[in-house]
């Protein structure tokens, strides 16, 4: 199942500023904390499939927000930024946007990069972004069927903030969900993993940083939800094999994680995001870094 984002082939993407959604739209309705959290590194794989992303956070100076030497800080940074985007006001994002920027300015290419690079380039933040509102539409309706369309253009407009809480301006973000389709689709050409990166995602999906016994209690249900999550693209330029009994058998298992994910208490379901998100403003409150 794809997210209901219909291409309408030859359309030009027109960027404007974005409708509000409508009053009334609850995004906390459509999110789901603990499936966020398994489906967290299929988007990594999907964000770092442009070379200039992924060699952005390969080679990145930023110790403190490496993830094999500070997992537990760069989880808490990660679904922070996730919570603050999808459930703060302005000022949340305000401050949080600042103190990534930071982190963010000092991550650019060097003469010996296979690439050219910026963490500040609102190109690179903008397909970062794209594929965080993709996993949110994807990862719902892979649990609980296809959105209406009212819904599902609300959910857009309001996923626009995933840009507009980095450096992405609001007039980027394209128009509506067939704009985005387009894009989408232009950017699947721009996926390319070669070996390095590839090496550097393996290690990430099979908690090669982490204990013997994390990898043995993890590894193979990581492996499995993650190339199921990948669309085909992004699980071929990884090199996963994927059968269509392996289909059969995912999409069981994420109907079972929707019907559990229904009957759970709303703040259990925004977990961990909800829990971030207060955690951020304390540290605001206290003069606390939050990343």
């Keep these: 199942m794809t997210p209901t984002v219909p291409v309408e082939a030859g359309r030009a993407a027109r960027r404007a500023e974005l409708p509000a959604p409508p009053a009334d739209f609850d ?7 603990p499936a966020g959290v398994l489906a967290g590194m299929a988007n990594v794989i999907m964000q770092l499939s442009w070379p200039q992303v992924g060699y952005g956070v390969k080679e990145s100076k930023v110790d403190d927000g490496n993830i094999t030497k500070h997992p537990v800080k760069r989880a808490r940074t990660t679904f922070t930024f996730l919570g603050v985007s999808l459930l703060g006001d302005a000022e949340d994002q ?5 103190a990534v920027n930071r982190q963010h300015a000092q991550v650019r290419s060097t003469a010996e ?12 933040q903008l397909w970062v972004a794209a594929c965080l509102y993709y996993g949110t539409v994807d990862l719902y309706e892979r649990m ?27 007039g980027m973000w394209p128009e509506n969900r067939a704009a985005f389709a387009e894009y989408w689709e232009k950017g699947l050409e721009r996926v390319s993993i ?7 995602l393996m290690d990430l999906l099979e908690n090669r940083y982490a204990s013997r016994l994390t990898q043995l ?25 994927w059968t269509e009994q392996d289909q059969r058998r995912f999409d069981r298992f994420m109907r079972r994680v929707g019907a559990l994910d229904r009957r ?15 955690d951020m403003r304390w540290r605001v409150r206290t003069g606390r870094p939050l990343v």
């Excluded at 993650?226 to 992004?234: A, C, D, E, R, W």
């Design 27 to 33: 995004i906390r309705h459509y999110l789901s904390g």
């Design 94 to 98: 305000r401050l949080f946007r600042r």
């Design 113 to 124: 990069s296979p690439v050219a690079y910026n963490a500040m380039d609102p190109e690179l």
């Design 144 to 170: 609980h069927g296809r959105m209406e369309e009212p819904t599902a253009d609300a959910l857009y407009a309001h996923c626009a903030r995933f840009g507009t809480s980095l450096q992405v301006r609001p």
């Design 194 to 200: 070669d070996d390095t990166i590839r090496s550097h």
């Design 217 to 241: 209690l993890t590894n193979r249900r990581n492996r499995f939800v993650t190339t199921g999550l990948l669309p085909p693209p992004f699980r071929e330029a990884m090199q996963l094999p």
């Design 264 to 278: 759970l208490p709303q703040a259990v379901r925004l977990f961990p995001y909800n829990v971030l998100l207060r």
